[in-house]
């Protein structure tokens, strides 16, 4: 229940089925008194350790969840989160074997490999896979349907575990509000990149980038705001404002932000950016088109589809500084450029529906099928 991408839809997904169903949270951390206060519909937490054996957890899950009899299991993950790389720790296949029906969502298909750390040289990789692959196959087999967040992760996943293909399908996330009646408001100069700090999120790219163009875009300034997830990434940071002194006052690293100061910096900074190397959707890059940021992102995972080049943004390799810097210096010297890729962003999410009602109503008619067709076949039996 952090500010990461996962948590803030589970809790939209919490909130929003709330009057249909009640909650049985699992969770690695305890929930503090005012987030419990904010979702009455959670009725119970199950703390899992990380620190027992995952397989005696999965067997204490089960007895929770049968105690409160629970009807439906949903879980949310990376490709091989929840342990889906392990044969005997994953709870999904002891969930689904109690007679729980269990379905999952993928909320970031980045490579086949994640099953080991992207360090480990591509031989590791081949030799590990033989391992892990089958483990997932058959966690996949074991929930009655897998989503993705993107159409790049559905067909991703259905390459790779092609044996269960049928299992998957795509379903737009959001946390935007249909009734949220918002005005672009005064842009300021600022550039945002808005995001957990970390490999895959680039933001060292985003500063090689700033101190390209700084000099001769007085006025402008970066903002990295968002938790801090790698610390390589931070000490790359660090290093690069050391090597560029003349642009440390003009760069804002913001490492702890609430919901209210992350919102008012998503409606008033003029650029927003989203240099990922790999990405699932881009929550956040989402709420910038809808708020009026002209955007510019990578060419990785779904952001090309909230980002349709030269139309309601611009596209730019991954880790290419050089790219990115001439992305930038397009948006800041264009001012009419920027309009227009603000009103088309913005366009572009109504005409789509991205939002948190379309996603929880879609959630809640997937919800009530598979409880439907599993209460038909214990008739059956």
Same mark, same amino acid.
């Given at each position: 229940?952090?500010?990461?991408?996962?948590?803030?839809?589970?809790?939209?997904?919490?909130?929003?089925?709330?009057?249909?169903?009640?909650?049985?949270? /699992? &969770?690695?951390? =305890? %929930?503090?008194?005012?987030?419990?206060?904010? *979702? !009455?519909?959670?009725?119970?937490? #199950?703390?899992?350790?990380?620190?027992?054996?995952?397989?005696?957890?999965?067997?204490?899950?089960?007895?929770?969840?049968?105690?409160?009899?629970?009807?439906?299991?949903?879980?949310?993950?990376?490709?091989?989160?929840?342990?889906?790389?392990?044969?005997?720790?994953?709870?999904?296949?002891?969930?689904?074997?109690?007679?729980?029906?269990?379905?999952?969502?993928?909320?970031?298909?980045?490579?086949?490999?994640?099953?080991?750390?992207?360090?480990?040289?591509?031989?590791?990789?081949?030799?590990?896979?033989?391992?892990?692959?089958?483990?997932?196959?058959?966690?996949?087999?074991?929930?009655?349907?897998?989503?993705? /967040? &993107?159409?790049? =992760? %559905?067909?991703?996943?259905?390459?790779?575990? *092609? !044996?269960?293909?049928?299992?998957? #399908?795509?379903?737009?996330?959001?946390?935007?509000?249909?009734?949220?009646?918002?005005?672009?408001?005064e842009k300021k100069l600022v550039i945002l990149c808005l995001g957990t700090v970390g490999e895959r999120k680039g933001q060292q790219y985003l500063l090689e980038a700033f101190a390209q163009i700084?000099?001769?875009?007085?006025?402008?300034?970066?903002?990295?705001?968002?938790?801090?997830?790698?610390?390589?990434?931070?000490?790359?940071?660090?290093?690069?404002?050391?090597?560029?002194?003349?642009?440390?006052?003009?760069?804002?690293?913001?490492?702890?932000?609430?919901?209210?100061?992350?919102?008012?910096?998503?409606?008033?900074?003029?650029?927003?950016?989203?240099?990922?190397?790999?990405?699932?959707?881009?929550?956040?890059?989402?709420?910038?088109?809808?708020?009026?940021?002209?955007?510019?992102?990578?060419?990785?995972?779904?952001?090309?589809?909230?980002?349709?080049?030269?139309?309601?943004?611009?596209?730019?390799?991954?880790?290419?500084?050089?790219?990115?810097?001439?992305?930038?210096?397009?948006?800041?010297?264009?001012?009419?450029?920027?309009?227009?890729?603000?009103?088309?962003?913005?366009?572009?999410?109504?005409?789509?529906?991205?939002?948190?009602?379309?996603?929880?109503?879609?959630?809640?008619?997937?919800?009530?099928?598979?409880?439907?067709?599993?209460?038909?076949?214990?008739?059956?039996?």
């Amino acid at each position: 229940m952090c500010h990461g991408g996962i948590e803030v839809l589970v809790r939209e997904i919490i909130r929003g089925t709330g009057d249909s169903y009640a909650t049985f949270l /699992v &969770s690695a951390d =305890d %929930l503090p008194d005012a987030v419990r206060a904010s *979702f !009455p519909s959670i009725r119970d937490l #199950f703390i899992w350790s990380l620190q027992a054996d995952p397989a005696d957890e999965s067997l204490r899950l089960v007895d929770w969840l049968k105690k409160h009899r629970v009807d439906i299991a949903h879980f949310h993950f990376g490709t091989y989160g929840w342990y889906a790389r392990s044969w005997s720790n994953c709870p999904i296949p002891h969930v689904s074997n109690s007679g729980i029906p269990c379905v999952s969502t993928n909320h970031g298909a980045f490579t086949l490999f994640d099953c080991v750390a992207p360090y480990r040289p591509l031989w590791f990789k081949l030799l590990s896979l033989p391992l892990f692959w089958p483990a997932k196959l058959r966690q996949i087999f074991h929930v009655r349907w897998e989503a993705t /967040v &993107s159409l790049n =992760d %559905l067909s991703s996943v259905r390459k790779w575990f *092609f !044996p269960a293909r049928a299992k998957f #399908f795509q379903l737009y996330h959001s946390k935007i509000h249909e009734n949220e009646k918002h005005e672009i408001s005064e842009k300021k100069l600022v550039i945002l990149c808005l995001g957990t700090v970390g490999e895959r999120k680039g933001q060292q790219y985003l500063l090689e980038a700033f101190a390209q163009i700084a000099g001769s875009h007085p006025g402008w300034e970066l903002i990295l705001a968002g938790r801090h997830g790698h610390g390589t990434t931070m000490a790359r940071i660090e290093q690069l404002l050391q090597q560029n002194p003349a642009i440390r006052h003009r760069v804002k690293i913001l490492p702890g932000v609430s919901d209210e100061t992350a919102l008012d910096l998503l409606k008033t900074s003029a650029i927003f950016a989203m240099p990922s190397t790999a990405e699932g959707l881009g929550l956040s890059l989402q709420e910038a088109q809808f708020y009026g940021c002209a955007c510019i992102g990578s060419r990785v995972g779904g952001i090309p589809e909230l980002i349709e080049d030269e139309v309601t943004g611009i596209l730019v390799p991954p880790a290419d500084s050089q790219a990115l810097a001439a992305g930038l210096i397009r948006l800041i010297d264009n001012p009419e450029l920027r309009t227009r890729f603000s009103e088309m962003g913005r366009q572009s999410i109504v005409a789509r529906g991205m939002t948190a009602e379309r996603m929880v109503g879609k959630y809640l008619k997937l919800y009530e099928d598979t409880i439907q067709i599993g209460s038909d076949k214990s008739m059956i039996s």
